[in-house]
């Protein structure tokens, strides 16, 4: 008799044992269930949002800053515009884009509000197919850019319920890592230089800016493209500038 007790409880412990471990297993699976509910609307945004900021920024960044340049010069079959120009000899070039990240701001903003409407409304959709009702108010976004960032602001007031809780928000902040507000920054000094003495020493930018390239291509008639590329990225911006410009035979009397 003892003995036939201590097997039964030897296989009571082993019983324990076991359905501690199937708890334990089954405890993921339980939380995969549940986690479906949960969303982060900032991550959701952003990776809707992301693929086309990138494409955007390096489509205006070949043709210096616009989506349809005027006062341009075609290099390699790009659009590139001239950030400061001038159409005659001997004198500094005259700045043509002064505001240049407020510009490139808007520019960028006109490409990405129709897909920002479009991840908002897609989000949405995602809380709804979860099992959220949704109320919310006319879609608006907002571009901004700050060192190493373009900022993409969603306003979008909006209400979320289900069973157990009502959340509301009034927008959504998604940043996507870029440097062409560092590249812009670093543009307008070399357009002011430009502007002033006629020509810019790119040697100093490379002390202050260890991940920085500097390549400036002379062509004919005096005209210069500018590429600056962040060597760790690979994101690049480039311009063109025609400035202080001597006629052809200068000096050779």
Not at 101 to 111: A, R
Not at 171 to 197: C, H, M, Q, R, W
Not at 203 to 214: A, E
Request: hydrophobic share 35%; glycine share 6%.
């Amino acid at each position: 008799m003892w003995k036939k007790g201590q097997i039964a409880i030897f296989v009571i412990i082993a019983l324990a044992i076991v359905g501690a471990i199937i708890v334990i297993v089954s405890y993921p699976q339980i939380s995969t269930i549940v986690s479906p509910k949960e969303i982060s609307p900032q991550s959701y945004l952003s990776s809707c949002i992301e693929p086309d900021v990138k494409e955007a920024v390096e489509a205006l960044a070949r043709q210096g800053g616009e989506g349809n340049p005027s006062g341009y010069i075609n290099y390699l079959n790009t659009k590139v515009k001239y950030l400061c120009y001038t159409s005659e000899y001997y004198k500094p070039c005259l700045i043509q884009q002064p505001l240049l990240i407020s510009h490139f701001e808007d520019e960028l903003s006109g490409i990405l509000t129709p897909k920002a409407e479009q991840c908002a409304k897609s989000l949405i959709n995602e809380y709804e197919k979860r099992g959220y009702s949704v109320s919310a108010s006319k879609i608006n976004s907002d571009v901004s850019l700050g060192s190493g960032k373009v900022k993409i602001g969603f306003l979008m007031p909006m209400t979320i319920t289900n069973e157990e809780t009502s959340k509301t928000f009034n927008g959504f902040d998604v940043s996507i890592e870029n440097k062409i507000y560092d590249l812009l920054s670093i543009a307008t000094s070399i357009v002011d230089y430009e502007a002033t003495y006629g020509d810019s020493e790119t040697t100093t930018y490379i002390g202050y800016y260890p991940d920085l390239k500097i390549e400036k291509i002379k062509l004919e008639d005096g005209v210069k493209i500018y590429k600056l590329t962040n060597v760790l990225t690979d994101e690049m911006f480039q311009f063109a500038t025609r400035s202080l410009v001597w006629p052809p035979g200068y000096g050779l009397q």
